[in-house]
């Protein structure tokens, strides 16, 4: 058994509101370089942990963590729709056994998924049904959040069920780095949008999907004009993040509040703890080295955009 990981930023903006075409090609070899070393590995099974952005997870039931025992993307922003081919059998197992090390994971026979998990598989596998895949949700935009440590506890519970596995076992990481889109929050939102927020946004009208898509498009075409519209880019925070695991030091994140991380990189910023259980997962299985590192602050993307990957090394 071996294992290779990749983390990757996602953007629902893409094709909407793209850099200068250098910037494109440029992210674009990144993510083909990427594409090569995982076909290379020839992976069995994917473990993807990714967020939600109020398309499949609501305020009716609001979990810190869950696995799609099942599941479907719902094709936002130009993303691939349709059912992610989850072994069932290995879901439940993988389900019982991470609860075994006390991590509360919920599941899911009917996850609904967007474009966080859908763009790394369509980029970086060709398409949502190449791979058995194991989804894994970690809530990063509605508070209460999950903090590090229990993400990174997450991400150990999840190594120790992988590596009694026979499968060379690809892992990826969907979101971050920096970055605060205009994502709805309860409190400070109007009586339509609550009622959204609290579960009737699952099944959204097609134009209210337009139209919520068109806010989003709308504010990165401002924030490119103008980056003092929503939260900065934070470069200096990304570039830190990245190094702490590449050298594999996840514990001191621990120290990392959530308070402290919106104030530092943006409130959408939690996504980034899809990266931290994604190499916790690692850790967990092995030794690792780090590999293919980029960096690039895209304004148009409202992103600090990141790709790393790393593999283990016994």
Known sequence: MNAYLHCLSHTPLVGYVD???????????????????IAAFDPELVVLFAPDHYNGFFYDVMPPFCLGIGATSIGDFSSAAGVLPVPTALAEACAHSVMKSGIDLAV?????????????LELLLGGLDKL???????NGVATPLPGFQRTRMLGEAMGRFLSTLNKRVLILGSGGLSHQPPVPELAKVDAHMRDRLLGSGKQLPPDEREL?????????????????????????????????????????????SNEELSAIAGKSTHEVKTWAAAFATL?????????GRYYRPIPEWIAGFGSLSAMTTN
């Open 19 to 37: 850099p200068a075409q250098e910037v494109l090609d440029e992210v674009n070899g990144v993510i083909s370089e990427a594409r090569a070393r």
């Open 108 to 120: 899911s026979y009917c996850m609904q998924v967007d474009h966080g998990f859908a763009q790394p």
């Open 132 to 138: 058995p895949v194991l989804p894994v949700f970690i």
């Open 212 to 256: 919520r898509q068109r806010r989003v498009i709308e504010a990165a075409e401002r924030f490119v004009e103008d980056q003092k519209t929503l939260h900065p880019l934070n470069p200096i925070w990304d570039n830190q993040f990245m190094t702490l695991l590449e050298q594999g030091r996840l514990t001191e994140l621990d120290a990392i």
């Open 283 to 291: 850790a967990a299985m092995g030794r690792y080295r780090a590999e």
